[in-house]
Each structure stands twice: as structure tokens, then as C-alpha cells.
């Protein structure tokens, strides 16, 4: 019996798309949704970075391009590629979202969205014990998004890709048109009460 699903294919195949979809659908079937995913910010026709965004609309930054200056005033600096991960807010934006996820408010069930668990997520060790926190609490089904596994394998990916209570749907540019029916019905099974 599945109690997560997590969505995993190549950067750009649609993978964040298909979650705002099937949030849409959730919310409109009467389900709770909470969580944040991942958008990049264009400027110009080109990518400078990601913003974090929650469910309810509130939006910081992930990362962005470096812009050559290079500054961190004595910070630790992350950086995956050209990219410089702005980890204060990544954390004041998506870790209070975990501290609420395990108080059901009596409407029963709720999905809660991570997208993604990636590189860039995972230099917060708070993120990763919220997310493991998470998937071990029985009030929520995890709707998420995790890398394709190239170059060194990350714990936290491994781990749930290996759960025997997670779904995981391979999206490609053949089947990310088709395949929200049964991303939707694999979680209304998630959601049915256990007996």
C-alpha cells in the first residue's frame, strides 16, 4: 500500500507542472494541500534562478546566478553549477511548512507537496530531517519530486526512492500528458483511510 508519490525525470521534462496540476485537482476534490515547489525566474529569455513557493502563493529565493562579485560576507557558500543557493531563505520560507503538516486540523488527510528534494534542497540539514519526519508521520501523503539518479547518488533521494510506501512515476516528454490521471488516482488511494 502506497502512502507517497514522488515524480522523478529529467530537468525540464514537466515534472513541477504536473504537481501544480494535480494540486489543482486535489484542492478542487475537497483534499487539504500544503508544501512549496520549486519555479525558475527568467529574466530576459534567460535562466537566473529558483524561487521556493508555497502553496498559498508566499515566494522566496533558492538561488540565483552568481553575479560575478562573488561576495558571501564570511557566509559558507552553496553552490550547485552556476548557482548560488540562498539557504536563510530556502529554510524561512519551507521549514515551517513541515512544523505544520502534522497537525491535522480534523479534516482528515492532507497531501503535502515537496518539490523537489534535490541538490539544492539538500544542503539544509533541517530540510532533510523535516522531509524524513514527514514520511514517517501517518496524517500526510507526500506529493514530491525527485531527481533522475546521474553522478554521485544523494542519501536523502536514495532513500525514498528505495520506500516501499512510495510511488514513483517516471515523467517523460512521451507520457507527461497522460500520466496525471494515474498520479491522481495513486494518491486518492494514498488518502483512503488505512483500515
Known sequence: MFKHVFLTGPPGVGKTTL?????????SSGVGVEG?????????????????VTVTGERGH???IRDGAGVSQGRREYTVGQYVVDLPSFENLALPLFRNVGSANGSGRKVFVIDEIGKMELF????IRAVRQT???S???ILGTIPIPKGKPLALVEEVRSRRDVKVFTVSKENRNVILQE?????????????
Do not use: N
Not at 504537481?19 to 484542492?27: D, F, G, I, N, T
Not at 539544509?124 to 530540510?127: A, G, I, N, R, V
Not at 494518491?187 to 483511510?193: E, G, H, N, S, V
Open 19 to 27: 504537481v501544480q496540476k494535480a494540486c489543482e485537482a486535489l484542492v
Open 36 to 52: 512549496f515547489y520549486t519555479e525558475e525566474v527568467r529574466e530576459g529569455g534567460r535562466r537566473v534562478g529558483f524561487d521556493v
Open 62 to 64: 533558492l538561488s540565483r
Open 124 to 127: 539544509s540539514q533541517s530540510f
Open 135 to 137: 514520511l514517517d508521520t
Open 139 to 141: 496524517t500526510c501523503t
Open 183 to 195: 498520479i491522481l488516482a495513486t494518491l486518492q488511494d494514498c488518502l483512503k483511510p488505512s483500515t
